[in-house]
């Protein structure tokens, strides 16, 4: 009898290095590509409307990549255990191949799904997709899971190199006939934009992920120490939202950062490259915390900070929202995150910083925000980041560390150049002032067209004065819980 194999994509909208899909190439002699969209599966956390944005792309391309090895995207729309039952009688299906996902929700909604389709008869095999590792496979001497990084990247490299990518399929061999399914929109809602991840050159798919990957190390590897922390240049790798999605594996991207660094002789140093790695690491991290400390997307890691007064402030929050501050780098990061759904990692931490220390609002707030306006969105990653920068979390920034948003902006946006384009308002302000235009002459400000309060917002918040105000809760904090330590 012909073996027919559903392949269920997920956060691998991927053709090559796809475990499911080689898997079911393997073992079955006709295969059905399906992407169900359920948002029912991610609880709490179900994707923003910019994550839905580069999706309903994301699809197209997937679909578009099948059909040019004779086989199509069948896309449907609810609940997995309803849909996967149909599908598997209506194509005579007898194995279900997918890839694990690591939110608590969703990992229960696998564990649902499995023991669901296992009572109907069909096997179900799961693969790894999104990580080097299993997030559950290190433990410390403890026993323990890993609560700071550098013990866990010293035990994660010690486990040697990731297996090698597996190549795309040439062909898929296609059912007698095609069940039916939705187009790639199916998965927006009203109000999405599908234009979200197109700007600045953004090609969501596995074509426009190899095609970043390759700009990457073939021209901006060699000064990624230097360039990833610029928000003027393009200097970052970019690459989270074809992670996120799976259009690129984190093990292509180890492999490819390893051929970078035995073919660059001097032009690229292993300095560069390691801290390349590094980053996967981080993120490798990120789900480790997130699987072994379920809670955290909306609790501290450290109980100690449940108790942190924050501040009730809707006026504030609004401000920042919206990018109207006064503070220009972080009123140019909010603005770039609405317009492009994307934000410079930087600046990202610039903006929560100000969020959780000058204006003292929620981390989980501003990680709600980030949440569902991010193409890149990542449960994993937006936890441990907003907890890193609050300091209630795993190698958090100790809790005195406040990011000066007009010294961060000097630094790292030199010029203005990434204030000029998504402030315009202060397009013709002098470098001099561009970070600070609150304390420019008015001859300066007449020149350059602002007008304070109208134009431009004057600083909603004082920030010195903001600092002190954070460094003294937080120490009151502390002092309360009866530690000694810094959050």
């Known amino acids: 009898m012909t073996r027919r194999a559903i392949v269920m994509f997920r ?11 080689s898997a079911a190439l393997a073992s079955a002699e006709r295969i059905i590509p399906v992407y169900i969209h359920a948002p029912i599966a991610h609880g709490d956390w179900p994707q923003g409307s910019a994550s839905r944005s580069w999706l309903a792309r994301s699809l197209a391309s997937l679909d578009a990549d099948l059909r040019a ?24 299906a007898g194995e279900l191949h997918l890839a694990r996902r690591h939110g608590p929700a969703l990992r229960r909604a696998e564990a649902s799904v499995v023991a669901h389709l296992a009572g109907a008869g069909l096997e179900v095999h799961s693969h790894e997709a999104a990580l080097l590792r299993r997030p559950d496979d290190l433990r410390n001497n403890q026993g323990e899971p890993y609560r700071m990084f550098t013990p866990f990247y010293r035990a994660a490299q010690q486990l040697g190199e990731p297996a090698s990518p597996l190549p795309a399929p040439s062909h898929l061999p296609a059912p007698e006939v095609w069940p039916n399914g939705l187009p790639p929109e199916a998965v927006l809602e009203p109000g999405d934009r599908a234009h979200l991840g197109s700007d600045d050159g953004w090609q969501p798919g596995e074509t426009g992920a190899h095609a970043r990957m390759r700009l990457f190390f073939d021209e901006l590897v060699g000064s ?26 984190a093990r292509q991207l180890w492999h490819a950062a390893s051929d970078a660094l035995a073919a660059g002789g001097g032009d690229i140093g292993q300095a560069q490259v390691t801290a390349f790695v590094r980053q996967l690491y981080w993120r490798e991290f990120a789900y480790h915390l997130l699987v072994n400390f379920p809670l955290t997307p909306e609790q501290p ?3 100690r900070f449940a108790s942190f007064p924050w501040a009730d402030d809707p006026e504030g929050m609004s401000a920042w929202q919206e990018g109207r501050t006064g503070y220009p780098i972080v009123d140019a990061g909010m603005r770039q995150l609405a ?21 003292l609002l929620p981390w989980q707030d501003g990680a709600r925000w980030f949440w569902e306006h991010l193409t890149d969105a990542d449960l994993a990653n937006n936890t441990l980041g907003w907890q890193w920068v609050a300091g209630c979390g795993a190698d958090a920034a100790p809790y005195f560390r406040v990011f000066n948003p007009v010294l961060q902006g000097q630094k790292f946006d030199p010029d203005g150049a990434y204030v000029k384009r998504w402030v315009p308002e202060l397009a013709k302000m002098p470098t001099r002032w561009i970070h600070r235009p ?45 530690r000694q330590e810094p959050f």
């Open 224 to 249: 990624y120490i230097e360039g990833r922390d610029r928000p003027d240049i393009d200097g970052s790798s970019r690459l989270s939202a074809h992670l996120s999605f799976g259009e690129i594996g």
């Open 438 to 482: 609150w304390e420019a002459p008015d001859e300066v400000l007449s020149d350059a067209g602002v007008a304070l309060g109208q134009s431009y917002p004057r600083p909603i918040i004082d920030h010195a004065e903001a600092r002190k105000r954070a460094l003294a809760v937080y120490e009151t904090t502390r002092k309360s819980v009866g």
């Open 339 to 359: 317009e492009t759904g994307w934000m410079h990692n930087r600046v990202r931490m610039v903006a929560a910083s100000f969020l959780t220390k000058d204006l």
């Open 69 to 92: 090895r004779g086989s199509r995207l069948i896309i449907r729309t609810g609940d997995p255990n309803q849909i996967l039952p149909s599908l598997a009688a209506e194509t005579l």
């Open 301 to 303: 890691l450290h109980e």
């Open 11 to 21: 956060n691998d909208l991927r053709l090559a290095d796809n475990q499911s899909l």
